[in-house]
């Protein structure tokens, strides 16, 4: 049984920085996959950044140079360090993984990862 729990959301002013952690539990895979997704009020959930099964990332462009996915592999505890936040940062952040070679799933979209946290809140203020 894969367990996600995030954690770390708060409410920043726009300009600040947040770290998210995902905790990670039952990932019994020596590969897996896992991405940071948000959702904000009134829309769909979208992809923000990603780690394939090869431990490489991927970002959508709204985010490049402004957060970074990491991974303590020992821990299995996945991090999402965003920097230089704007107010269309805020949603609630979701980790989602899954476990293999990841065949079905293609970040940034949505469907292919079995497994999903309860999600964190981030709240950026202008």
């Known amino acids: 049984q894969v367990q996600l729990v995030e954690s770390g959301g708060g409410s920043v002013q726009a300009g600040g920085s947040l770290r998210l952690s995902c905790a990670a539990s039952?990932?019994?895979?020596?590969?897996?996959?896992m991405g940071w997704f948000r959702q904000a009020p009134g829309k769909e959930r979208e992809g923000v950044a990603g780690?394939?099964?090869?431990?490489?990332?991927k970002y959508v462009d709204s985010v490049k140079g402004r957060f970074t996915i990491s991974q303590d592999n020992a821990k299995r505890i996945f991090y999402l360090q965003m920097n230089s936040l704007k107010p269309e940062d805020t949603a609630m952040y979701y980790c989602?993984?899954?476990?293999?070679?990841?065949?079905?799933?293609?970040?940034?979209?949505?469907?292919?990862?079995?497994?999903w946290g309860q999600g964190t809140q981030v709240t950026v203020s202008s």
């Open positions: 989602a993984a899954q476990m293999g070679l990841c065949s079905g799933v293609s970040f940034p979209r949505v469907n292919g990862y079995n497994y």
């Open positions: 780690l394939d099964s090869d431990g490489r990332t």
């Open positions: 039952g990932l019994t895979y020596s590969r897996y996959c």
